[in-house]
């Protein structure tokens, strides 16, 4: 967590104040317990990590390789993007992005970013597409049930999350149960959660070109592509409804 949305004085307080009080802090991952002791001088033995949890019986894997066809006729590549439009979450970053890959030659009539939320960012998002003359490239669906997202991503060939700040994002385990690769910015518990290929794909916070060039480069190596599906789907299992529960469970055993 890179902590650039902080509180107010008087919030921060409290929420020190309630930390303080309380006999544990329980935290996503072990790089979010080492930010929570430092920034709220928290004794380690005080702090829990336990991961969020995913329901890989809901979200299952029916998504195809990504063609590296390069003709007229390839694969349109979609790019999905699933969050709360803010620029917390990296809303303002979205055009920014996808200027820089349009001007990736094999990619300018050959993708679409389809940006699923709502939130504060959304109007200034749509003003921004409009004014670049993005609406071919860009598709903002706006809310979506929660019931109906699966679709989303089963249609998607790759997943962005560019954050300036996470946690623990059930944002990418979802993706990732769907063995859809995925380009993010590394903050928070985002690089520990990653397979051994994601953490390639993986951008210093607000570094926007770079970003564009992880996504142009994930689509531009099949090889590379399938490697990551394969990783990520075994990767995801560690965070299976049934292990965290179960290990959960287990901290009031001990």
């Known amino acids: 967590m890179n902590w650039l949305f902080r509180p107010k004085k008087l919030s921060r307080m409290g929420i020190a104040l309630?930390?303080?009080l309380s006999h544990f802090l329980v935290t996503g991952g072990e790089t979010m317990k080492q930010e929570y002791a430092k920034h709220y001088n928290l004794k380690p033995e005080k702090i829990i990590v336990m991961p969020n949890r995913i329901n890989l019986e809901r979200f299952k894997i029916n998504n195809p390789s990504i063609s590296n066809k390069r003709s007229d006729q390839a694969l349109i590549k979609t790019i999905l993007f699933v969050h709360w439009l803010s620029k917390r979450k990296g809303a303002d970053?979205?055009?920014p992005i996808v200027k820089h890959l349009i001007n990736f030659e094999h990619l300018t009539s050959n993708f679409k970013?389809?940006?699923v939320g709502d939130g504060p960012y959304k109007e200034q998002l749509l003003?921004?597409?409009k004014e670049n003359n993005l609406?071919?490239?860009i598709e903002v669906v706006g809310f979506v049930p929660n019931k109906d997202i699966v679709e989303y991503y089963r249609k998607a060939g790759l997943f962005i999350l560019p954050s300036m700040e996470e946690g623990f994002p059930m944002s990418l385990l979802e993706p990732m149960a769907m063995g859809v690769p995925y380009v993010a910015f590394d903050v928070g518990a985002v690089r520990e959660i990653s397979c051994e290929t994601a953490q390639r794909?993986?951008?210093k916070s607000g570094d926007v070109e770079l970003f564009a060039h992880k996504i142009e480069s994930l689509l531009s190596e099949p090889e590379t592509y399938k490697t990551f599906q394969?990783?990520?789907l075994e990767k995801v299992?560690?965070?299976s409804m049934e292990k965290v529960i179960d290990a959960f469970v287990k901290l009031f055993d001990a």
């Open 18 to 20: 309630s930390l303080k």
């Open 93 to 95: 970053v979205l055009v």
């Open 113 to 115: 970013l389809v940006v």
């Open 127 to 129: 003003k921004e597409i």
């Open 135 to 137: 609406e071919k490239y």
């Open 201 to 203: 794909f993986l951008v």
């Open 230 to 232: 394969k990783e990520e």
């Open 237 to 239: 299992k560690e965070y």
